[in-house]
């Protein structure tokens, strides 16, 4: 199945992406499939590990290239993750690769024990999270899997926005020492601003303003003293990261000034970056292809409260209710991750 | 060392194993004292690691599935020198490394396990890792037999034999009772030589309190297929009052009941000493836990 056209709702937002430049790019899980085959003709320690997954991860062509390289264990989530662990273990850089649905819900114990306590050297790969399955019912979601692996220790939580995002993650998980849990779904994806800055894991990017500055980093920096000077400030993670740059843009034509980061790292959060959007912005905006409870938002939030920050605030993403179902596209604009819906939500905040 | 060497030896584990868990106020103390000559005849006889050698990339990896019982993994370890004997008087203490299960903290450790269903796959993408780098370092577990009814053992079991991991093997500490009873009664699981079997497993049948026996049912090459040892053991095997008694699952000796099995052990090892023959009657206590066999070829 062709990955679906990027879920830019309206012409209005379809405009502004051109007037943005926006290129579309590819689906981040072609991007992640054809990265890991390029390191593993390089690195014939790197292997990949499939539940009968190789097709929904677009690893068929590395299995016909590097089928020394890959294990398939069959549909067998709790396996697969024992066995990418005993891989890694010994001395094996193993991605175990699932759609994110099963394998962050029946193999948690597996990568709670095996791999994050266990500390072995794992990637865990959820591809199709969120609702990339999205109308094929609540069995397909995975909105639970940052909630859970935020409460586990020891694992690295990388959500990229776009194709440059995802090669980056997909090497620094390549390289990483410790365990590593990579999300993403199978949406073509566009191609964001500041793929010319370097990708740092644990450090967000700002998306927006476009070729904006460098974060501060650390507390007691100079704009702590200062008013905000931003309106509104969405941090958003992965494929949510494209509707807050167009409601970023959408808002400026309004005369309101908005900051977007890419939260790709959602663990261990970048709270220099966080902060600093507390402070210098008026309202602050998360955006997540996730349940609220235990996400990205609630990161924020205890971060700023923490800290004796209380912009404005609001986090967009799925309430706690039976999910409607639908395409990515229909979710996303139902629950208001869209240009108009974030547009919106700043406005309110901001009144 | 022989037999008779490792027969005197399980005296002085037993013990260390029974103190170590009275001191700790925790621990599982039957099932301990049921893997415990399995565990020893690994590390003294089968197992190619040493403390010198626990970082060597082609050492062979044990890894126990039952991880509730370290204690007798921890008085094997210690008699062998990976870590000091004192450590063990730390045993689930505040801040201690020696917790209730094995953790990688510990020198010598492979893994951290403890929830049940684990070891075998994580035993399995040891083996894989060691075929694709042609190393001839082999792959051991210990499961127990409640453990079996976790579906993830069978996931495995089916990987195992249609990657023929032939430098795999699993052991059965088959005690028969799990914490809520007999296995029998909790969750049936027999016929395990034949459902192994039928998974495309090796499968040998012997008395886990037999060192010969168990040498050759875990030495004996299996090509082409993993290996399942039923180990036919008692739980709380050594301590007249804790054999096939159920509520030594967990239970903590008091001081009486630890200076009573101490007494018994010491009074036993004596015996021992004096007459190398009494291993044979020991074993013959326990006869009725079967001989030596294999299944794999009915």
Redesign the interface.
């Known amino acids: 199945m062709s990955a679906p056209a990027p879920s830019l709702f309206t012409p209005a937002a379809k405009a502004l992406a051109e007037k943005l430049g926006l290129k579309k790019g590819r689906a981040n899980l072609e991007e992640f499939a054809d990265t890991l085959q390029q390191l593993a003709t390089a690195d014939k320690n790197i292997v990949a590990v499939t539940s009968d997954s190789r097709g929904s991860g677009k690893l068929a062509p590395y299995g016909k290239a590097l089928p020394r390289q890959i294990v398939e264990v069959g549909i067998a989530e709790q396996n697969l993750v024992g066995i990418t662990a005993g891989l890694a273990a010994c001395g094996k850089k193993a991605f175990g690769v699932s759609p994110s649905c099963f394998l962050t819900a029946r193999s948690l114990e597996q990568i709670k024990n095996d791999i994050c306590y266990s500390n072995v050297p794992a990637v865990v790969v959820g591809i199709s999270s969120g609702v990339s399955y999205g109308a094929l019912g609540s069995t397909h979601h995975s909105l639970h899997d940052l909630a859970v692996l935020r409460a586990i220790h020891n694992v690295t939580i990388l959500v990229p926005a776009d194709n440059f995002e995802t090669r980056e993650a997909v090497k620094f998980a390549a390289s990483a020492t410790r365990p590593v849990f990579l999300r993403f779904g199978k949406a073509a994806m566009l191609d964001l601003p500041g793929a010319d800055r370097p990708f740092e894991a644990g450090r967000a990017r700002v998306i927006y303003p476009v070729g904006g500055s460098s974060l501060p980093t650390g507390s007691g920096n100079v704009a702590s003293k200062l008013a905000p000077t931003t309106d509104v400030a969405f941090i958003a993670t992965g494929e949510t990261v494209v509707h807050a740059l167009l409601a970023a843009a959408h808002l400026a034509e309004a005369g309101i000034s908005a900051r977007v980061l890419s939260l790709h790292t959602v663990k261990p959060l970048d709270t220099a970056a966080v902060l600093a959007a507390g402070r210098e912005c008026r309202a602050v905006v998360t955006v997540e292809e996730h349940m609220v409870a235990g996400g990205v938002g609630e990161a924020v939030a205890s971060t700023l409260l923490q800290a004796g920050l209380a912009p404005r605030f609001k986090m967009v993403g799925f309430p706690d209710e039976d999910t409607v179902t639908g395409a990515q596209a229909d979710l996303f604009r139902h629950y208001g991750i869209s240009m108009e819906g974030l547009s919106a939500t700043a406005h309110s905040l901001l009144q | 060392m022989t037999d008779h060497q490792l027969h005197l030896k399980s005296f002085a584990l037993r013990r260390r194993m029974l103190t170590l868990i009275h001191g700790a106020g925790a621990g599982h103390t039957g099932g301990g004292l049921s893997c415990l000559d399995i565990l020893s005849l690994l590390y003294n006889r089968v197992l190619r690691i040493t403390p010198e050698t626990v970082d060597s ?1 082609t050492r062979d ?1 044990y890894v126990q599935s039952k991880g509730h019982c370290v204690e007798a993994l921890y008085a094997v370890m210690a008699d062998r020198g990976y870590f000091p004997d004192a450590d063990l008087d730390t045993v689930c203490h505040y801040k201690s490394y020696y917790v209730g299960h094995p ?2 903290k510990i020198r010598g450790m ?6 049940l ?2 070891g ?11 075929k ?1 780098d042609g190393d001839a370092f082999k792959v051991f577990t210990l499961l127990g037999d409640g453990e079996l009814a976790e ?2 053992n069978w ?2 079991a ?2 195992a034999s ?1 990657y023929k991991l032939d430098n795999l093997v699993a052991i059965l500490d088959h005690n028969t009772l799990q914490i809520t009873g007999h296995t029998k009664d909790v969750m049936s699981n027999e016929p395990l030589d034949e459902k192994w079997r039928a998974f495309g497993w090796e499968v040998r049948t012997v008395n886990g309190h037999d060192y010969a026996a168990l040498t050759s049912a875990i030495t004996t090459p299996h090509p082409g297929k993993p290996l399942f040892v039923i180990a036919n053991t008692v739980k709380g095997k050594g301590v007249s009052f804790m054999e096939n008694v159920g509520k030594w699952h967990h239970g903590v000796p008091s001081d009486a009941e630890l200076a009573q099995a101490l007494a018994e052990l010491e009074a036993a090892e004596k015996v021992a000493r004096i007459d190398p023959n009494a291993r044979a009657s020991a074993v013959g206590q326990t006869s009725a836990l079967g001989s030596t066999r294999s299944t794999s070829q009915q």
């Open positions: 990339p990896r953790t990688r492979e893994m951290n396990t403890g929830a269903g684990h075998l796959p994580i035993c399995l993408g040891m083996a894989l890792a060691a694709m579906g993830s996931e495995a089916m990987a249609h």
